[in-house]
C-alpha cells in the first residue's frame, strides 16, 4: 500500500486544517487507517485512528473533540479535520494503515504503510 499526506501548512492558534491521506495499490488490505504525528524531539504519537469497515473511530485524548477523522472508501482515502488547533498540535503528521485486524490499536507497531508525513505549524 503507497500512502500519500497532504493538507499540512501554517495556522495560527485556533484555526482549522484538513488533512488528507490517499491510498493506492493493495488497498484490498485496508483495514484500519490512522494518523500519528512527531513533534521535534519528540516521540512519534497517536492521533486518530478509523476502523476502515464499520467507520468506528478512536482518539488521542489530547485531540478529543477538536479533531474529526473520517474516510471515503470509494477513493481510498482517509481525513482528519483539525479545528481549535494550539501550538502544541505542531507537528509532522503521518497516516498508516494496519492491514489484518481491525483493532483500533494506539500503538504505531501496529501499523505496516506510512505515509511521508505532512507538516502542520500552529503559530500563537
Known amino acids: 500500500v503507497q500512502l500519500q499526506a497532504s493538507g499540512g501548512g501554517l495556522v495560527q492558534a485556533g484555526g482549522s486544517l484538513r488533512l488528507s491521506c490517499a491510498a493506492s495499490?493493495?488497498?484490498?488490505?485496508?483495514?484500519?487507517m490512522g494518523w500519528f504525528r512527531q513533534a521535534p524531539g519528540k516521540e512519534r504519537e497517536f492521533v486518530a485512528a478509523?476502523?476502515?469497515?464499520?467507520?468506528?473511530?478512536s482518539y488521542a485524548d489530547s485531540v478529543k473533540g477538536r479533531f474529526t477523522i473520517s474516510r471515503d472508501n470509494a477513493k481510498n482515502t482517509v481525513y482528519l479535520q483539525m479545528n481549535s488547533l494550539k501550538p502544541e498540535d505542531t507537528a509532522v503528521y503521518y497516516c498508516?494503515?494496519?492491514?489484518?485486524?481491525?483493532?483500533?490499536?494506539?500503538?504505531?507497531?501496529?501499523?505496516?504503510?506510512w505515509g511521508q508525513g505532512t507538516l502542520v505549524t500552529v503559530s500563537s
Open positions: 478509523i476502523n476502515w469497515s464499520s467507520g468506528s473511530t
Open positions: 495499490g493493495r488497498t484490498f488490505s485496508i483495514y484500519v
Open positions: 498508516a494503515v494496519r492491514p489484518g485486524s481491525y483493532y483500533l490499536s494506539k500503538r504505531s507497531e501496529g501499523y505496516e504503510y
